[in-house]
């Protein structure tokens, strides 16, 4: 490998590999650079290509020349419409700019000309490993099907998954005012368009619908002609009746790219080849053009060619992941799109507007305050109030925000007494201005707790010290509520404190643990009993002994602990209970006990006060509990009384595989509110007001649980509310702490700015 690549290859001639090619040339004119493309120069199977400013920016830094021409030929337009059930919706501010895909084509092949690239249309490329044995370096930009990945796979191991739209690329004889979305709702289901301008006569419009409702409508059997004209029919408002046309269009279905290594010795991959991100996100091209500019950029700024390569990977690996992540949600949004369609008109647009999570509340504000307060006057916000501000009601108990402090294992008890330690952590969470202050995990017995640092409710000692918690935050945090969890540890109990070994066994000092089947939670752990009938009563009457105790202690709400693999939760997944009498088998009978235990604390347990559940929505795991078995679960808990479903997921086997990212637990609540009707509490990466705000106001969750910013900031709501100008009836500032509801001030870090510039 050659420290400055002069020879360079690239396989595929879409706009990424063909400005790869411009800034490789233009940035030393002695390489020799060629570009093998199997298709015609004037092939192209879309229409319209759409770019952000930070790229155009960075086209702009790199190649003045490329972006002068497509400035030229942009077509720029700031709306959004979203048409449902002949209600339009629009909301502006948003900033776009596109150009025909062709015309971008034609801008890079005559750039790449004049700076003296081979272009070699109508031709195959050689064989990637010739091409690596011949040149200094091999650009894959081959597409979403690229040959060359599927020749190194063993290398660098692709990751394809297919998604449950159909969709066909087709485009319009006008230009559309704005970004439209429309949705139709037909007899055999729904089916969605996307459409934008490229040009001043000329719109792409995208037809997309699941695969149940493009078999029911027999677009299977229909040629191209024939699916365009029915397209057009369907979509005859959008339109005005206009035709629609194809260009070799055909439906398919998106394909999720995602590849462990992008690089093979000299050989690299660029654009779709590495990666693909949906198209309701349009950042196809955009990203190929961004993995341009920093190949080019670290080939010239390492020392050796495997340097750059790795340095080019490093860079940009996260920024596609960050995408991509917002790319799924918003396919995912799409997919399950009749989830939504009840919704009031101006909700789904937001929410709409907001599903790949990159445009939020405080966003979407900044960019259309009107349409943001109006979507806030429908969800009954008033005046001046955040969404995450409004009250919500579960049974007889109102909560006068959103915020929930999510329980969090302190692993700070003594034989179970919660001390001052607990009194200070929860006293000042609620002094914070939360609606509900949850405690941690509170065991219902000696061997049910995970360490010996955890909490209890079955001693009177203990129901007294959780008394004196409560009655401190009810005196001095008025209106905050707080909650009861209470749980069993089964499997993953007689560890470590978590700073001392996070599931570690004990060294000593161990106890015998149970669960429902007789499976270690890690290889090293300890083998659990298998429950037998009388241990699952014993085990049933310790979690009515708690709730009776938690009643007593005046605890608002108790969460029944259904998740993360203890012993409740191991019921529920097939992964862990492997019983064959009534108590294992078919998710009905995995259910059976968890909805005993409830059955039996909701009898002891108050009516007035609201009980809630917390499941893990999925095991992360094969073989695991689904999104769908969650909501099954949800339901089932719900039909017997359930007040509202925490939604978490994970934790329930060690070799889970979660999808960690921001918010990522909250499409499963989602599902689960929109599926089932029943309140729930979405968890999981959920680190600022704005994402709150957005998720509440979208109607994916009804209440936001957050637990390290809580940690971070014991007065996270609070300052939740001083930063958005907040001071309703939503807040209450602890009289000895008003004199800090406003952002201290800070020393100057700017000067002031000349007031008069002389002539010398």
Not at 539 to 568: K, N, P, V
Request: hydrophobic share 40%; proline share 6%.
């Amino acid at each position: 490998m050659t420290s400055h690549p002069l020879r360079v290859a690239i396989i595929g001639g879409g706009p990424g590999g063909l400005y790869a090619a411009a800034l490789l040339k233009r940035l030393d004119p002695s390489r020799e650079v060629t570009v093998w493309e199997r298709n015609a120069p004037d092939d192209t199977f879309g229409f319209g290509v759409v770019l952000s400013d930070e790229t155009l920016g960075g086209i702009e830094h790199a190649d003045p020349v490329v972006y002068e021409a497509m400035q030229t030929h942009f077509t720029r337009w700031d709306d959004i419409d979203i048409v449902h059930r002949n209600t339009r919706q629009t909301s502006g501010g948003h900033g776009f700019a596109a150009l025909g895909r062709k015309r971008l084509l034609e801008i890079l092949h005559t750039r790449c000309r004049d700076l003296g690239v081979e272009l070699r249309f109508r031709t195959e490329a050689p064989y990637p490993a010739w091409l690596a044995e011949t040149y200094d370096l091999v650009i894959a930009a081959d597409g979403v099907h690229s040959t060359t990945r599927e020749a190194y796979a063993h290398v660098f191991r692709p990751h394809v998954a297919e998604h449950h739209c159909r969709y066909i690329w087709l485009a319009a004889d006008f230009a559309f005012e704005s970004f439209r979305f429309e949705i139709a709702e037909t007899e055999h289901g729904v089916m969605q368009l996307h459409g934008y301008p490229y040009a001043a006569d000329a719109s792409t419009v995208i037809v997309e619908m699941r695969e149940e409702v493009w078999q029911a409508a027999g677009f299977a059997e229909l040629d191209e002609s024939e699916s365009v004209e029915r397209c057009a029919k369907i979509f005859a408002e959008a339109l005005g009746g206009r035709p629609l046309k194809s260009n070799k269009s055909a439906w398919t279905t998106f394909r999720t790219v995602v590849n462990e290594r992008w690089s093979n010795g000299n050989i690299v991959l660029l654009g779709d080849a590495a990666h693909t991100a949906h198209f309701s996100i349009g950042s196809g091209t955009k990203l190929a053009v961004e993995d341009a500019l920093a190949l080019a950029a670290c080939l010239e700024e390492q020392p050796s060619l495997e340097r750059a390569l790795a340095a080019y990977e490093e860079e940009r690996k996260p920024v596609v992941a960050s995408t991509q992540r917002a790319a799924r949600a918003s396919l995912e949004w799409f997919e399950n799109l009749g989830r939504y369609l009840d919704q009031p008109p101006r909700q789904f647009a937001f929410n709409l507007l907001t599903r790949s999570r990159r445009v939020t509340h405080d966003n979407l504000r900044l960019r259309d305050a009107r349409f943001t307060e109006s979507v806030e006057r429908e969800f009954g916000c008033p005046p001046g109030t955040p969404p995450m501000f409004t009250p919500f009601r579960l049974r007889g108990l109102t909560l006068r925000n959103r915020v929930v402090v999510s329980p969090m294992d302190m692993y700070s008890a003594t034989d179970g007494v919660p001390g001052d330690f607990h009194l200070v952590h929860l006293g000042s969470r609620a002094l914070g201005g939360a609606g509900l202050v949850m405690t941690e995990m509170v065991c219902v017995s000696p061997e049910g707790r995970i360490t010996p640092g955890c909490t209890g409710l079955y001693t009177g000692r203990q129901g007294d010290a959780w008394q004196r918690i409560v009655r401190f935050v009810h005196a001095q945090a008025p209106g905050t509520a707080i909650g009861v969890q209470l749980g069993h540890s089964g499997r993953k109990g007689s560890t470590k404190l978590m700073w001392e070994g996070i599931d570690e066994p004990l060294e000593d000092g161990n106890w015998p643990l149970v669960a429902p089947s007789p499976i270690p939670y890690k290889p090293y752990s300890q083998t659990p009993r298998e429950l037998t009938r009388s241990q699952l009563t014993d085990i049933r009457e310790q979690f009515t002994a708690a709730a009776r105790r938690a009643a007593r202690a005046g605890f608002d709400l108790l969460e029944l602990h259904c998740a993360h693999g203890y012993l409740l939760s191991g019921f529920l997944s097939p992964l862990t209970n492997r019983r064959t009498d009534a108590y294992g088998g078919t998710l009905e009978r995995r259910l059976r006990f968890p909805l005993e235990v409830f059955d039996a604390v909701r009898s002891v347990w108050p009516q007035e006060r609201p009980l809630t559940v917390r499941i893990s929505a999925t095991d992360w795991a094969e073989g695991g509990t689904t999104a769908e078995d969650a909501v099954e679960i949800a339901r089932a808990f719900a039909a017997h009384g359930a007040d509202a479903i925490d939604v978490s997921t994970g934790q329930v086997v060690a070799d889970e595989q979660p999808e960690f990212g921001r918010s990522y637990q909250t499409p499963y609540a989602d599902r689960i509110r929109h599926t089932t009707g029943l309140p729930v509490i979405a968890v999981g990466a959920i680190s600022s007001w704005d994402d709150a705000n957005s998720l509440i106001l979208a109607g994916r969750t009804d209440l936001c649980a957050l637990a390290r910013p809580h940690l971070y900031d014991p007065h996270w709501t609070l300052h939740a509310a001083a930063e958005q100008g907040y001071d309703g009836p939503g807040i209450v500032w602890p009289a000895p702490y008003r004199a800090g509801s406003r952002r201290p001030q800070t020393g100057r870090t700017d000067a002031p700015k000349p007031r008069l510039t002389l002539g010398s």
